[in-house]
């Protein structure tokens, strides 16, 4: 043993970690947004310098873990990272949240971990952002009748985001769970944010935009729900057989994907698509390429966001917390190599 030691000396190499507490402070809604919306811009203009391999999944009786990989040149350095997210129901027993995750970034010069940090309140955070820059290039108003489908944890940042972009004239929500209701009724009262909570989808017909964010694996939404509905963030199909919207409201729609690839494998058109409903072809665009100029959207079209979280997201939101933790020395050393 000891001829071994000799031979893998400690590295004189630094890693960092970013607090719980710290993250919480330092990624704000303001530096979220500006980090995703950087990382669609980098995705639909400079693809050729973004390496983001489609996620792998795991699945368990109660969930799934993923693991999403990212490489991106961003001002001027190449950075490497990874997350790894699970999703357990059963975490609701054990008084967790059902997401749970961490992200490490890695020196793509060295292959050293450069820094970790939690991924769950990232994961909220770069979500509820990219729904809000979603938003922003495809709702052309300043003002919006919202509804939100699904009172859980994405239900709470995505308010916050939206409200971010424009005004929220009227908010409605909606979940079959009640005691969901509860808890996010009094978080809408403590941010001071009126709402009305519908007693049937079909309440949602006259919103502008619509939000649903629910787990499903059988269509909740059909089209009387969504006569008048201009947008709808479809975030909750982010795995293979999930499924919020039924087919019929993908075809009389404009779809438009975070990545096209993945959303084939797990978003909101994964399930139509195999069933032969849904073609790829009438997929119109990525958000990227409508955040770069490349596409552009003409006609009064009903939109669909078809959001299924996507590695750069990460990649560029840890970058920049890490960047703000290290300039306000905010980083702990990690003894790791």
Request: proline share 3%.
């Amino acid at each position: 043993m000891e001829a071994l030691k000799k031979e893998f000396p400690k590295l004189s190499l630094k890693s960092f970690y970013i607090p719980y507490e710290i993250s919480q402070k330092l990624l704000t809604p303001e530096l979220s947004l500006k980090w995703v919306e950087k990382a669609y811009l980098w995705l639909g203009s400079k693809r050729e310098k973004v390496q983001m391999p489609e996620k792998l999944y795991f699945f368990y009786q109660d969930g799934d873990m993923r693991v999403m990989p990212a490489v991106a040149e961003i001002d001027s350095y190449v950075i490497s990272g990874i997350k790894t997210i699970s999703v357990h129901l059963d975490n609701l027993k054990r008084k967790i949240p059902t997401v749970v995750g961490f992200y490490t970034l890695v020196d793509s010069k060295t292959g050293a971990l450069l820094c970790i940090m939690d991924a769950t309140y990232l994961t909220a955070m770069r979500t509820g952002a990219s729904v809000a820059v979603a938003t922003k290039y495809l709702y052309n108003e300043k003002s919006a009748r919202v509804g939100i489908v699904g009172c859980g944890t994405q239900a709470r940042t995505q308010i916050l985001f939206v409200s971010q972009i424009l005004k929220v004239k009227e908010l409605i929500i909606y979940d079959i769970s009640a005691k969901a209701i509860e808890r996010f009724s009094e978080f809408l009262r403590r941010i001071k944010v009126n709402f009305k909570v519908a007693k049937s989808l079909e309440e949602f017909s006259e919103c502008d935009i619509l939000i649903t964010a629910t787990p499903s694996k059988s269509p909740i939404i059909r089209e009387e729900h969504v006569k008048n509905v201009k947008l709808i963030n479809a975030i909750g199909a982010d795995g293979p057989g999930k499924q919020e919207l039924a087919p019929e409201i993908l075809l009389s729609s404009l779809v438009i994907v975070d990545n096209r690839e993945q959303a084939i494998y797990g978003g909101e058109i994964n399930v139509p698509l195999k069933n032969g409903i849904f073609t790829e072809d009438k997929i119109f665009a990525e958000l990227g390429e409508i955040v770069a100029g490349r596409k552009k959207i003409t006609g009064g079209n009903r939109i669909i966001f078809d959001s299924t979280g996507i590695a750069i997201l990460d990649l560029f939101v840890s970058w920049g917390l890490y960047q703000k933790a290290l300039k306000a020395k905010k980083v702990k050393i990690l003894n790791l190599h």
